[in-house]
C-alpha cells in the first residue's frame, strides 16, 4: 500500500473570491489523507487581468495550520514530524478500511 506523508497542492484563489475560502478546503485534505499538505498560492498577477492573492498554507495531518503566508510574495516554513503522521493514522484508522479491489481498472480484454 503505498500511503503519502505529505504533498503540496497549487492554489490559484482569483481577489474576487474571499481570501479564507481556500483555507477549509486544504484542512479538508490534510485530514482525509492523513498527511502533511502545503498549498502554494500564488500571489500578485500571474496573467494580465487575472490578479490572485497568494494566502499559501502547511496543514498538518489534523487540519491544524502550522504556516500561512500574507498577501505577498514570501517563504513559508514548518517541521514536519513523521510520528504525528503515524500518531494521527493510529487515532483515525481510516486509511485501514480501505478496500483496494473495489477501484481497480478491469483488466484488458
Sequence with gaps: ???????????????????TSEIPCVRARAIENQCY?????QVGEPMPGRPSFGRSL???PWGTVLAQAPD?????VAEVDRARVREV??????L???RPESYRWPARA
Design 1 to 19: 500500500m503505498l500511503v503519502f506523508e505529505d504533498f503540496s497542492r497549487p492554489s490559484r484563489r482569483s481577489v474576487i473570491e474571499p481570501p
Design 37 to 41: 499538505v502545503a498549498a502554494a498560492g
Design 58 to 60: 502547511i496543514v498538518d
Design 72 to 76: 505577498e510574495q514570501t517563504v513559508i
Design 89 to 94: 493514522r493510529a487515532s483515525l484508522p481510516s
Design 96 to 98: 485501514a478500511n480501505r
